[in-house]
């Protein structure tokens, strides 16, 4: 397997002394005759998932892709665990046990009552979603 590689123009504003830190020591060569921007060069890299702890390629084309898109940031998940997230893990949503505002049936609900706020067991909860609601009446004058 070869590492891939991708060679960069950098065609960002110099900012002054922090540039001249960053490329002050690259050789003449390094820089590109026709723009004397520095040119950058990526190499194929393995990283560790922080996750599952596999080993995975993050790839001169990704590590270009992060360049253009000014990401400071290596990537921290491999691309299973990153579509783990995507998909949404299932939360576990904490039920409280409350006792209905309107008809006084014990039952629960997925958030803690805050105190003065009534709260509506399943039925009521859908008896007061079909009242229809009065339309306010604007009167022009």
Do not use: W
Not at 5 to 20: I, N, P
Not at 25 to 34: E, F, G, K, R, T
Not at 46 to 51: F, G, Q, R, S
Request: net charge positive; aromatic share 8%.
């Amino acid at each position: 397997m070869s590492a891939a590689r991708a060679l960069v123009v950098d065609t960002r504003k110099s900012t002054g002394k922090r540039d001249r830190q960053a490329f002050g020591n690259m050789a003449d060569s390094a820089y590109l005759p026709v723009t004397g921007k520095p040119a950058m060069e990526f190499i194929d890299r393995v990283l560790k998932c922080h996750d599952c702890g596999a080993e995975f390629v993050f790839t001169a084309g990704e590590q270009l892709f992060f360049y253009d898109k000014n990401f400071t940031n290596d990537p921290k998940h491999c691309k299973q665990c990153k579509a783990k997230r995507v998909r949404g893990s299932q939360r576990v949503r904490s039920e409280t046990r409350t006792t209905c505002s309107a008809c006084a049936a014990e039952t629960t609900v997925p958030f803690k009552p805050t105190q003065g706020r009534p709260v509506l067991c399943r039925s009521c909860f859908q008896k007061q979603l079909e009242k229809p609601t009065p339309e306010p009446t604007a009167e022009l004058g």
